[in-house]
């Protein structure tokens, strides 16, 4: 209610217009840029001029300088002034007649031309003519129920239309053909073209000053029932709800927007946009309220006043400053039609952000928010209020005039930690929101850096996603920010991202090794070596690699062994890191596995290398277990499986080793790696009398090799076994026997039945042998007949082609002068010739010469 | 200001409480109003659509407004109190006469507020449809008295408005689906007073649309227009 929309300023002082006539009255008033009017109760018209000194506070006062004064002759007084400014004329009515008389000589115009009979009349604001020296003018005439249209030029009238009413009009305004007409008991809308009437509603205009004022294009505001203000458009329809003005409302204006009203003590503003009162100003007195293009002026009988409006921008100010945000807007968002677009667009921004504001200090984050939105602050203004978040090297100064009252945060909080908190919490969702969206843009690093504050002293997981992907927080700023917050591995995460690899290490090898505290992650140290590991940065690597090893050769040797395979060939040498990992044994089996098992280099070295550590450790282990260590039994068989697969390492260096080591597998492995096969299997049936380990042998060398070498190898053990045994020859014969028998009958196809049958002695059973010997007849009953059947094969074979040589022996051939040679195509001059499978006939060189030629070519059948 | 696509009045004699309804379902609250003057109006966003819905003055003396305010309605929503009788009456004697105005095809609700004031509506729990008529056995301890208008009449005034504006009863929504009782206080059917109008009321836009200025429209698909009515809604 409190608006301050309008000042009442003095325009005409009552000395200046009457002087000392105390009877005489102001009965209209008529202003045309700078031309005012008064028309009095005596009969005369008062011309001013009217200068306006706009003052700092945004209202403006006013002088006015009297110019002419014209008694019009008649002793009536002068009920209507218009001034019709493209004719220079000024149309008065007075004394039942309207009367056009010049606007500065206020002399009527010599043609004398005039509307007679004219209780009141309008000017049409919306012409239907297109003629501009012309004005269309609605009268209401002394006839009963009949209002009259005319054209008024320069210096003649022309009446263009009389429509008669259903009841007497009171008050008419008019827009296009759409006349507004206050009836006796009715307003109505009626169309002076077509004559059609649209009832608006019921009205009493005998009792109460009916008022019809054209407010805009085809709209009207009417004195209705109960002291409202309707408004009706020229269809009959209201578009707007009804402002509520008092009873007895003697005239009413329109300056967007908003309505005034006069009444007897006062003058009422309401607000078009939600039809609330705003501003009441006493005024007592009052009989005239009218507009001029814009300007609100209000009379009393002896003075004129006007209604200075105070700027939009001022009055939305004001209610911003009393935090009625949403009237505010509605203002704001009312002027829109008033002002220029772009500078629209630049206020209703900025009442937004005022008004987000607002909000915000009310903590209603989630209006603010929007406002903020919509008002596309900037974001900095925001992130300004809360000290220290703005980075130090932000050229970032608030805009002036400011958008709020508030220092910063503590001051607008009054130091209530809890809605600190809040505001904190609101700005981090808020930037985190906007981060990835035009908002940020030109900002990224002040809100980054805002953001990443905020995380930081809020503990908040956040921190950790915002650094480890693209993110624009400025170094300088948030690693200082970032320490004082003890927040160190996410330090660490910033000079990484920002490429500075060797401090990010440095700072986490810091809180390994306990210089510094921050529990953010538990399991650090396998961070760092996977960050290593995945480091293209060779001297960093290096630098931290013994740090690594030192505390865990099995992981820290990751550094080397899980890099990228690509990266591995061209940077790291194998023999630099084997340097390095000579103090650490385990690191040292484990990078050798890589390199042999992983990348399968061929190098003989590190083959051997890893062979002998192998060997190393078996060694070492065995004396003190004694029994079946479970890690030794582990090296060993990685042992054995490094000695069986690989061909790369050095044989005998490895059996000088093995041998006298009490290593007869690995020793047998070893033999067999140098092809003594014999000395192998000895060792596996004599030494270790692991017979399927023998045959396994057998095998696992023949791989490869033809099905004679494997022969060759099973007889070798058959033979072993059937042999005499060097140590102990009789305890162990039937063992062995039993192993020959059970290698005879699993391998019955690796064997010469008949070699093998030599080598057994005579006292076997046959039953013993049952599975070899059926084997073996099976095999040979089957390589007898496989034989006999390709005997037969050839037979046929033989016979068809002794058939075709029969056949081609058959006929004869006759020789004689005129037959040439096919190839050199001259006749024969000996009896001897060759003859081609063909038919063809060529002589004996002939044929001999193209056999040379091609040696592919066909034999030819001699004859 | 954006011109709404379609236009909702709520009519019905003072009192009876038309503001609280639409406050009720337009700011979720309900508070005591005073006497409304002359009119209000709120913007409703439905879908794409605008719809103003006008909140009227039930004071006699603003009765001369009630045509202004229905001209080229798409629906009107007549009000009564279930607890008065005589509202009800009055719906069909003064205020089915200011309907005249409203376009051809307007739709009509009839809506009985207040039900939490009678002995129905004495219990909280509304999760019960509370069509069923008379009064549910006593018990309860607010002296609250039986409701006095039950559904059935609001239904029988509702076929008489169709009879009384020659639309067919087949072409228009079904009285059960358009008669309502409500209770602003509560919140009771407010909800589903409003948006089952405002989803009839968007295909009546849709038509309005397609067929262009009323005046094109073809007679032979068309309803003959209402005793009253002249072909000037826009």
Redesign the interface.
């Known amino acids: 209610m409190s608006t301050k929309a309008f000042t009442l300023v003095s325009a005409v002082e009552p000395e200046l217009l009457m002087g000392d006539k105390e009877r005489v009255n102001i009965e209209c008033v008529e202003c045309c840029g700078k031309n005012l009017y008064v028309g009095t109760s005596d009969g005369s018209i008062h011309h001013f001029l009217l200068e306006e000194q706009p003052l700092p506070a945004g209202t403006a006062a006013f002088t006015a300088t009297r110019q002419r004064h014209r008694h019009l002759g008649f002793r009536k007084p002068v009920t209507e002034l218009r001034a019709a400014s493209a004719l220079h004329r000024l149309l008065v009515l007075c004394d039942c007649s309207i009367t056009l008389v010049h606007m500065r000589s206020l002399e009527p115009v010599p043609s004398g031309a005039r509307i007679k009979g004219a209780v009141a009349l309008a000017l049409n604001e919306n012409p239907v003519s297109g003629d501009p020296f012309c004005v269309e003018v609605c009268i209401i005439s002394v006839k009963r129920r009949t209002v009259q249209v005319f054209m008024v030029y320069e210096d003649r009238v022309q009446i263009v239309r009389e429509v008669s009413t259903p009841e007497q009009p009171l008050a008419v305004a008019v827009d296009g053909y759409f006349l507004c007409l206050a009836l006796t008991t009715q307003y109505i809308i009626l169309n002076y073209h077509t004559g059609v009437a649209q009832d608006l509603f019921p009205y009493c205009g005998e009792e109460k000053h009916p008022i019809v004022k054209r407010i805009g294009r085809q709209e009207f505001l009417l004195a209705g029932p109960g002291g409202l203000g309707m408004f009706a458009t020229v269809a009959g329809i209201s578009q707007r709800a009804p402002v509520h003005w008092s009873e007895n409302v003697i005239g009413a204006a329109i300056c967007f927007p908003y309505v005034l009203a006069l009444d007897d003590e006062f003058i009422t503003v309401h607000s078009m946009l939600d039809q609330q009162q705003k501003q009441t100003l006493p005024f007592k007195e009052g009989h005239i309220l009218q507009d001029f293009e814009g300007r609100v002026i209000v009379a009393t009988s002896k003075g004129v006043y006007i209604l200075v409006p105070l700027p939009l921008e001022k009055q939305i100010q004001d209610l911003l400053s009393s935090h009625r945000v949403e009237e505010a807007l509605v203002l704001a968002k009312g002027a829109r039609r008033n002002i220029p677009k772009e500078k629209f667009q630049v206020m209703y921004r900025r009442v937004l952000q005022q008004a987000g504001f607002i909000h915000f200090a009310q903590l209603q984050f989630l209006e603010a928010k929007e406002l903020f939105r919509s008002g596309q602050l900037d974001v900095r203004e925001l992130i300004s209020l809360y000290p220290f978040l703005l980075p130090t090297s932000s050229s970032f100064t608030r805009s002036h005039p400011p958008l709020h009252e508030y220092a910063d945060l503590n001051q607008l909080t009054q130091g209530d930690q809890e809605k600190v908190a809040k505001c904190k919490h609101f700005l981090m969702s808020y930037l985190n929101e906007v981060r990835s969206t035009e908002v940020a843009n030109g900002y990224k690093e002040e809100v980054d850096t805002a953001l990443l504050k905020l995380y930081a002293e809020a503990d908040h997981d956040s921190l950790l996603d915002l650094l480890v992907t693209e993110n624009a927080c400025l170094l300088t700023d948030s690693a200082a920010w970032l320490e004082k917050h003890k927040k160190y591995f996410a330090l660490g995460l910033l000079y990484h991202y920002n490429g500075q690899d060797a401090a990010a290490v440095q700072l986490w090898v810091n809180i390994v090794n306990g210089d510094l505290h921050d529990a953010t992650r538990a399991d650090l140290y396998e961070y760092v070596v996977d960050f290593l590991t995945c480091s293209s940065d060779q001297a960093l690597v290096w630098k931290y690699a013994n740090w690594a090893l030192q505390r865990s050769e099995e992981l820290g040797v990751q550094v080397f062994t899980k890099r990228p395979l690509e990266e591995q060939q061209n940077s790291f040498n194998p023999d630099d890191i084997l340097i390095c990992l000579k103090k650490y044994p385990s690191a040292l089996v484990r990078y050798l596995e890589h390199l042999v098992m992983d990348r399968k280099l061929q190098r003989e070295e590190y083959h051997t290398h890893l062979a002998i550590l192998y060997l190393d450790e078996v060694l070492q282990r065995r004396p003190g277990a004694g029994g079946k260590d479970a890690d030794l039994t582990e090296t060993q068989a990685k042992l054995r499986r490094l000695l069986q697969k690989s061909d790369s390492y050095r044989v005998h260096f490895l059996m000088e080793r093995v041998q006298g080591a009490g290593l007869p597998m690995e020793r047998a492995i070893l033999h067999g790696k140098l092809e003594e096969h014999e000395k192998a299997l000895h060792t596996l049936v004599h030494e270790l009398r692991d017979f399927p380990a023998a045959e396994d042998y057998c095998l696992w060398r023949s791989e490869g090799r033809g099905p004679a070498y494997r022969q060759r190898l099973f007889h070798t053990l058959l033979a072993l076994y059937l042999g005499p045994s060097p140590s102990a020859p009789s305890p162990s014969t039937p063992e062995l026997a039993v192993a020959a028998v059970d290698l005879l009958n699993h391998h019955a196809a690796e064997f010469d039945a008949a070699q093998v049958l030599q080598l057994l002695p005579g006292t076997w059973s046959v039953q013993l042998l049952c599975p070899f010997l059926t084997g073996a007849m099976r095999d040979s009953i089957h390589s007898r007949r496989t034989a006999q059947v390709a005997l037969g094969l050839a037979k046929s074979e033989n016979l068809i082609y002794q058939y075709d040589k029969m056949k081609l022996k058959g006929s004869a051939i006759r020789l004689s002068d005129t037959r040439l040679c096919q190839r050199c195509h001259s006749p024969f001059c000996e009896p001897a010739f060759v003859r081609c499978p063909d038919g063809g006939l060529v002589h004996t060189h002939c044929a001999a010469s193209r056999r040379a030629d091609s040696s592919s070519s066909s034999p030819g059948a001699r004859t | 200001?954006r011109?709404p696509d379609g236009k909702i009045v709520l009519l019905g004699d003072m009192n009876v409480g038309k503001t609280s309804l639409l406050q009720r379902y337009m700011e979720r609250r309900f508070a005591d109003t005073v006497s409304t003057?002359?009119?209000?109006?709120y913007l409703k966003q439905w879908g794409s659509y605008n719809i103003s819905i006008?909140d009227t003055?039930g004071?006699e003396?603003?009765h001369?407004?009630g045509?202004?305010?229905c001209?080229?309605a798409t629906a009107i929503i007549l009000t009564y109190d279930v607890n008065h009788p005589q509202t009800l009456v009055e719906l069909e004697d003064r205020f089915l006469g200011l309907t005249d105005?409203a376009n051809t095809d307007c739709l009509y609700a009839i809506v009985g507020n207040k039900v939490d004031l009678s002995e129905e509506g004495a219990s909280e729990n509304w999760e019960k449809e509370g069509h069923s008529s008379g009064p549910v056995g006593g018990g309860c301890v607010s002296p609250k008295v039986s409701k006095q208008v039950r559904l059935e009449e609001a239904v029988a005034l509702y076929k008489k408005i169709l009879k009384y504006k020659m639309l067919d009863e087949k072409d228009m929504p079904a009285a059960e689906q358009m008669c309502f009782e409500t209770s602003a206080k509560t919140g009771h059917n407010v909800d589903l007073l409003f948006e089952t109008l405002f989803d009839l009321v968007v295909p009546v836009i849709l038509r309005h649309r397609a067929q262009g200025p009323p005046q094109t429209v073809d007679i032979s698909r068309y309803k003959p227009p209402g005793p009253a009515k002249s072909g000037?809604?826009?």
Do not use: D, N
């Open positions: 200001m011109k003057v002359g009119g209000a109006f006008w003055a004071r003396q603003f001369g407004l045509s202004m305010y001209r080229g105005t000037c809604c826009a």
